[in-house]
């Protein structure tokens, strides 16, 4: 895998050290705002916020539950967005709950925008967001989130949750692939990854 990398565009120590910060900042402004006592329900966006999730709701010491919604937004080897798809959703009870949805990327905002109304739909009070990376683009810029973690190049990235064609989410910082690493990739057993 290590062949595999073109650049390592954020390394692990820095995404642990902005986790922690994002972590103190989303836990002080539920202390301002929503203390009334029955926490947040978690709700990462599967499977590439994963591994943020797993990493940031670790240092948030406040009642918490977690809620699932599986996406397809970038199937198999495709390094372009599509139609956003809820495959799969297991949100528990949102009736009134303050609700903080995860996402490993903003890219065309097509998530965001599909699975915030779902969220509101099922009940929540708030719903507030938080991506780890954000795309310079015009249409990421765009869309309203409460929090971010890094804002990047327009650029393909995999790692710490992120795929290729379901490959790469476990390397530890975020980096590019290489062109033949891609190619490869792409050849072998495509399925969806959400
Ligand atoms: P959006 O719906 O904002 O276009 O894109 C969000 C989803 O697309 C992310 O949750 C992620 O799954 C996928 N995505 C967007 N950009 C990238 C990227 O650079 N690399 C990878 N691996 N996935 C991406
Ligand atoms: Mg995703």
Redesign the pocket.
Same mark, same amino acid.
């Given at each position: 895998m290590q062949a595999d990398i073109a650049r390592v565009l954020i390394s692990q120590d820095r995404i642990a050290r902005r986790v922690k910060e994002l972590a103190a900042q989303i836990t002080a402004d539920y202390a301002k705002r929503d203390s009334h006592g029955s926490g947040i329900t978690i709700v990462p *966006?599967m /499977?590439? !916020?994963l591994v943020f999730c797993g990493d940031l709701m670790r240092q948030m010491p406040i009642a918490m539950k977690i809620g699932l919604i599986l996406?397809s937004?970038?199937p198999g080897a495709s *390094?372009k %967005?599509q139609d /956003?798809q809820v495959l799969s959703q297991r949100l528990g009870d949102l009736r009134g709950r303050t609700v903080l949805l995860i +996402? +490993?990327?903003? +890219?065309?905002?097509? /998530?965001?925008?599909?699975v915030v109304p779902i969220l509101k739909d099922l009940g929540a009070a708030t719903v507030r967001t938080c991506v780890l990376?954000r795309?310079d683009r015009e !249409? %990421?810029k765009s869309?309203a989130v409460d929090y971010v973690g890094f804002d990047i190049a327009d650029? &393909? *990235?995999?790692g710490y949750g992120? +795929? &290729?064609n379901d490959y790469?989410r476990n390397l530890p910082d975020i980096v590019t692939l290489t062109a033949e690493a891609m190619e490869q990739a792409a050849g072998s057993e495509s399925r969806s990854s959400?």
């Open positions: *966006v /499977t590439g !916020a996406v937004s970038y *390094v %967005a /956003t +996402d +490993d990327i903003l +890219d065309s905002g097509g /998530t965001i925008k599909r990376l795309k !249409a %990421a869309v650029e &393909f *990235v995999v992120l +795929d &290729f790469y959400p």
